[in-house]
C-alpha cells in the first residue's frame, strides 16, 4: 500500500582515510597474541560463571570472591589502626612517664 511517497534509499558515503584513500570494507584481523588473550579471557569468564551456576566446584563463586575481598580489606584496615594505636599508647607511655618521674622528684 502506497501512499505516493518514494523514499530512496540512503547512499553509502565512504569513510576516507588520511591522503583521501577509501576504507575498505575488510578489517585487518586482529594480532595472534590478542585473539589469545581474548579467548583465555572468555574461557576464564565460562569457568567463573561454571562455578557461579555449581557445575564446577574448583573455584571460588563469585559472591565468595567478593566476601574474601571485602575480608581482606577489612582485615588490613584493622592492621593499620592496631599499628597506630600501638604507637599512640607508646606516645602516651612515655609523655605520662617523663611526668610521673618529675612529680616524683620534686
Same mark, same amino acid.
Given at each position: 500500500m502506497s501512499d505516493g511517497f518514494e523514499v530512496d534509499p540512503p547512499k553509502r558515503?565512504?569513510?576516507l582515510l588520511k591522503g583521501g584513500a577509501e576504507m575498505g570494507k575488510t578489517r585487518t584481523p586482529h594480532p595472534a597474541a590478542f585473539r589469545?588473550?581474548?579467548v583465555e579471557l572468555?574461557?576464564?569468564g565460562c569457568a567463573q560463571g561454571d562455578c557461579d551456576a555449581g557445575v564446577r566446584h574448583d573455584g571460588l563463586i563469585t559472591a565468595e !570472591?567478593?566476601?574474601l575481598t571485602?575480608? =581482606?580489606?577489612e582485615n588490613r584496615q584493622s592492621k593499620m589502626e592496631r599499628d597506630d594505636l600501638s604507637q599512640a599508647a607508646a606516645w602516651f607511655a612515655r609523655?605520662? !612517664?617523663s611526668r610521673?618521674?618529675?612529680? =616524683?622528684i620534686h
Open positions: 558515503t565512504p569513510i589469545a588473550y581474548m572468555v574461557k576464564a !570472591g567478593q566476601e571485602r575480608m =581482606r580489606r609523655e605520662t !612517664g610521673a618521674a618529675e612529680v =616524683r
